[in-house]
Every structure is written in C-alpha cells, then in structure tokens.
C-alpha cells in the first residue's frame, strides 16, 4: 500500500531565504506526483506535476525534483515571501490507480 | 473558465438533517473526485466519476453517503441523516485525465453538524 510522508508537519523561516520542502512515498511505482498548495479556508491548487519519467519541474521561484527509484521528491522554493506562507501537500498516483495518495502536508510560515 | 465551482461555502445543521452539497466542474473535465478533509485524517478520497459513471465509492463512508452526476457539469454528494462526525471540509475536484494532468479543486465547503 503506498503511503507518502511529508517532514517536518510545519516549518517556519525568515523571508529571503531559500527553503526545501521533502515528501517520501513507500513504493516507486508511480505514474506522477503533485505538489499543491493550500492557504487557510480554501482548495488546493496544483502548483507542479512531474511525470515519472521526468526528474524535475520549475514554475518562477518553485523547483520540484523527483528521485523515483528512492522514493523522495523536494519542493525547492527560493527567496521565500511572506505571500508563500501556506500548507504544501504532495501526492502521488500509484501505477494502476487512479487515486491519487495525498501526504498530510507541511505547514510553511515566512516570516517578515 | 471560472474553475471548480462549490456551493454552499458553509453549511450549519442539526444531527439528523440531510445535506446536500453541489459541485460543478470545469467544462471539458472527465473526472470528478469528492474529497473529505479532517485535521485527524487529513484528505480522504470518497468518491470518483468517469464521464458521470462513478468508477470507485470505497471510500464513502457509510451508506448515508450517496453521490451523483447526472450530467456533466454537475454532481452532489448527500449525506443524510447527518451526524456531529460528519463535520469537515467537502471538496469537490477535476481533471481532464489522470496520467498527465493536474487535479483543480474547489473552493470547498465547510460542514457542521451540530
């Protein structure tokens, strides 16, 4: 059964800075994975998607790696603002499904 | 086009009520997908539609829980009766397909039960 596991649950950092965000997943069998974000009271929104046969994806600041054959991808985020304090989930769709596996996300405060 | 669109935004009900939430998802979308979220357990899927055929309810809880699509730009989820329990955020969600697209989710709707 695959499970994804996003680390720390919350991460707090003063703005400027560059900052890295993990998710691990327990099997590489994947057709993709997602990161999206989540402000308070509101949807998520995708922000990057990385096939599985690609090994990362850039949006403006965002840079998302994916390392299939370990299980882990990063969300590189560079010279962090405040307006990107929000909750960061990843999540994958396992070879053969067609769910997608969600983390429990991490909770990102940048701080002025 | 407008993205995934929910109502109500925020339902309050007594126990024992029905609810019903609606979603409309973006024109031109095959799948849609009602997700439940809790602080306890974060994001559950419950239901999932395929050109309006629902393709995998294992996730609905109980059979309070139904879900329809009658057509293409519309879909409910119903609980009734509703239960304190049931209290979370509903949300709605579209793609065009699932291998190489991104997931667009509503804005979602917030659910009590008293």
């Known amino acids: 059964k695959q499970e994804v596991t996003q680390i720390p649950a919350a991460l707090s950092v003063p703005e400027g800075e560059n900052l890295v965000l993990n998710c691990s997943f327990t099997?590489?069998?994947?057709?993709?994975l997602q990161w999206f974000r989540q402000d308070p009271g509101k949807g998520l929104t995708s922000l990057l998607l990385?096939?599985?046969?690609?090994r990362e994806q850039t949006s403006g600041r965002l840079n998302a790696s994916l390392d299939k054959s370990s299980g882990r991808s990063t969300l590189y985020i560079a010279a962090s603002q405040p307006g990107d304090s929000a909750t960061y989930l990843c999540?994958?769709?396992?070879?053969?499904?067609?769910?997608?596996?969600f983390g429990q996300g991490t909770r990102l405060t940048i701080n002025p | 086009d407008a993205g995934v669109i929910q109502s109500p935004r925020h339902e309050v009900t007594e126990m024992g009520q029905e609810v019903t939430l609606r979603c409309k998802p973006i024109?031109?979308?095959?799948?849609l997908f009602w997700y439940r979220q809790t602080m306890m357990r974060g994001l559950e899927l419950l239901i999932y539609?395929?050109?309006?055929?629902?393709?995998?309810d294992s996730g609905m809880p109980e059979d309070r829980f139904s879900a329809k699509m009658p057509n293409a730009s519309f879909s409910t989820l119903k609980i009734q009766p509703s239960e304190p329990r049931d209290s979370a955020v509903y949300f709605c969600?579209?793609?065009?397909?699932?291998?190489?697209?991104?997931?667009?989710f509503g804005s979602g709707t917030q659910l009590s039960v008293l």
């Open positions: 539609f395929n050109n309006n055929v629902p393709i995998d």
């Open positions: 999540a994958v769709r396992p070879l053969g499904a067609q769910k997608l596996v």
């Open positions: 969600a579209s793609s065009k397909d699932l291998r190489g697209e991104k997931l667009f």
């Open positions: 024109s031109g979308h095959d799948y």
């Open positions: 099997d590489s069998a994947i057709y993709n």
């Open positions: 990385i096939q599985s046969s690609q």
